[in-house]
């Protein structure tokens, strides 16, 4: 089953704002994000450029990269200013090694099917990090994996008792229309694993709540964090 059709939803993943749930993605990141003012950052899977929009708010000098065309388009679009580019996947053969001082990456992992891919892929991103460098992923919290949130749904009977490496469903319902995807299930466990073998230290871990002063008629998002967010040197 295809985990993600970008070439069909690209133009709705571009609709997607960092609003609803994924606000919460993104709002506790700021003490982590300001150091980074003026310096060469890399965010991969950067889809339809949302992510990396975000980072240049902080003066971040961003480099979005996504294997998809049609969103690499989309991300241009949004961002005619903005350093886009294709690359295949998992290959960043064309950045020399230590290029990066910060590396981002959010909603990328759960669509790598296998833990070696995960693991070669954050091989790939330390290879280009710098010595003192961060690198700032999030990925889906495994206990949201069968509960109703602002901006999708996850409550559906084939998510009940996953294991590491199964597909789940999603129902993203924050654009002008619902459409399903399936991700892959991964444990915080299975990721401070990869990590680990990538050679990289998990220095804090952020999962965010909703609370009644972001201003967000939240449903499940008060009670189990939507995402884990790893913070990495």
Request: negative net charge.
């Amino acid at each position: 089953m295809t985990s993600h059709d970008y070439q069909k939803y690209a133009g709705y993943y571009a609709e997607l704002g960092i609003s609803g749930t994924y606000y919460l993605a993104f709002r506790d990141l700021d003490e982590y994000l300001i150091p980074f003012s003026g310096k060469p950052a890399l965010d991969f899977g950067c889809g339809a450029g949302r992510s990396s929009r975000f980072l240049k708010k902080f003066g971040i000098d961003v480099t979005g990269v996504d294997h998809n065309q049609e969103m690499i388009d989309q991300a241009r679009i949004q961002d005619p200013q903005g350093m886009y580019q294709v690359i295949p996947p998992g290959d960043l053969s064309q950045f020399a090694d230590h290029t990066f001082d910060l590396i981002f990456s959010s909603f990328v992992l759960m669509e790598i099917s296998s833990l070696e891919g995960i693991a070669a892929i954050i091989k790939e991103m330390n290879r280009t990090l710098k010595p003192d460098g961060r690198l700032i992923t999030i990925v889906s919290y495994a206990p949201i994996s069968t509960c109703r949130c602002v901006s999708f749904n996850k409550d559906f009977p084939e998510n009940q008792n996953l294991k590491s490496g199964a597909q789940l469903r999603l129902d993203i319902t924050d654009a002008s229309r619902t459409f399903t995807l399936y991700d892959y299930y991964w444990t915080e466990q299975d990721y401070r694993q990869v990590f680990s073998v990538a050679g990289l230290s998990v220095t804090n871990v952020l999962k965010p709540l909703g609370v009644p002063e972001d201003g967000i008629a939240w449903q499940a998002e008060t009670t189990t964090p939507p995402f884990t967010i790893f913070i990495l040197q």
